[in-house]
């Protein structure tokens, strides 16, 4: 079982639709939870981050985590073509060099 | 603004070939990195580096090695290659804060092992 489990997809949904965007994961030390965002031909970027439980809030995204049931979400609010994209969740613990350890990504296309 | 460069984008190599990848940062981060990403399998970390001179294996280090002797260079060194190294390679470059590390990448090398 991989440490990180992430729906590869590819997810289309028109313009405008809401987009939730998960993982699960198996180490319960993780403490760091992160989205990275990769456009076409380019390298990830960090989208969000969020340390331990709670919400984290960001003009159209929110990352969310859940730890007791070793669960995140990333939701895009009135998505836009531009959004278009592969999202890879990341996280790491601090007792394990804080190596980051990633999801498989899951690739979106968002239609006008 | 930040910057990784890689020395290729597209690289195209016979198998048993001695290939060298290049990644160079610009922000004196101490922390470097090399990855494949492969379609269904994501990141895999295969070697990091947290000091010049210094490197240490990550997950899949098999037939490959590095070489770090500038902190702002970091070299993924393929000794002989296999069609089955044929991936996007991806280089990062981390900034350590208080509250957490950032990962910066390059615009990757895809190489092609014939």
């Known amino acids: 079982q991989k440490e990180v489990e992430q729906d590869p997809g590819p997810l289309s949904v028109p313009e405008g639709a809401i987009v939730s965007l998960n993982c699960t994961y198996s180490n319960s030390a993780f403490q760091y939870f992160m989205w990275y965002r990769q456009y076409s031909r380019k390298g990830p970027e960090l989208l969000m981050y969020?340390?331990?439980?709670g919400n984290k809030e960001d003009g159209r995204f929110t990352a969310q985590v859940d730890k007791s049931s070793k669960y995140i979400s990333l939701f895009i609010r009135d998505s836009q073509p531009s959004d278009s994209a592969t999202y890879l969740c990341?996280?790491?613990?601090?007792?394990?060099?804080?190596?980051?350890?990633f999801g498989q990504g899951t690739e979106l296309s968002v239609k006008p | 603004d930040v910057k990784v460069t890689q020395s290729s984008r597209y690289l195209v190599k016979r198998t048993g070939e001695k290939v060298f990848l290049e990644c160079v940062q610009d922000m004196d981060h101490e922390n470097m990195f090399w990855y494949r990403q492969d379609p269904g399998l994501g990141l895999r970390l295969i070697y990091f580096s947290y000091d010049v001179k210094m490197k240490e294996k990550g997950d899949i280090p098999e037939g490959y090695s590095v070489s770090r002797e500038k902190k702002e260079r970091f070299s993924l060194i393929l000794e002989s290659a296999s069609t089955n190294q044929t991936s996007m390679y991806l280089c990062a470059s981390e900034r350590t804060s208080g509250t957490y590390n950032e990962q910066f990448f390059g615009p990757g090398t895809r190489l092609t092992v014939l």
């Open positions: 969020t340390y331990s439980s």
């Open positions: 990341a996280m790491s613990a601090r007792n394990q060099g804080g190596k980051l350890i």
